[in-house]
Nanobody, 116 residues
Framework: QVHLVESGGGLVQPGGSLRLSCAAS????????MGWYRQAPGKQRELVAT???????NYADSVNGRFTISRGDAKNTVYLQMNSLKPEDTAVYYC??????????WGQGTQVTVSS
């Protein structure tokens, strides 16, 4: 079992920055990759960024160059540094973990609101 807890969301003005954190506990050695997804009201959940256990990253075109995903030294925390935020980045951001056997775990989500 893997338990994921997100933190760091909040209200920020356009052009501002936020850093989200996702702390994993439980069988973290089984995690193959972790990622951030987001869901805006009335829209489907979409990929934001992912990072594998080997450090390979992948970004949605809409955030490439503005957001950076990284892992902490202890490998049980994943961060999403979000810069140059836009109103269209407003959404609930979810952390996702996938094990080597294909099991999927989600966090409870953290709200990010970009507004003046």
């Amino acid at each position: 079992q893997v338990h994921l807890v997100e933190s760091g969301g909040g209200l920020v003005q356009p052009g501002g920055s936020l850093r989200l954190s996702c702390a994993a506990s439980g069988s973290i050695e089984s995690i193959y990759y972790m990622g951030w997804y987001r869901q805006a009201p009335g829209k489907q959940r979409e990929l934001v960024a992912t990072i594998t256990s080997g450090g390979s990253t992948n970004y949605a075109d809409s955030v490439n160059g503005r957001f950076t995903i990284s892992r902490g030294d202890a490998k049980n925390t994943v961060y999403l540094q979000m810069n140059s935020l836009k109103p269209e980045d407003t959404a609930v951001y979810y952390c996702k973990g996938v094990t080597g056997t294909g099991r999927v775990y989600w966090g409870q989500g953290t709200q990010v609101t970009v507004s003046s």
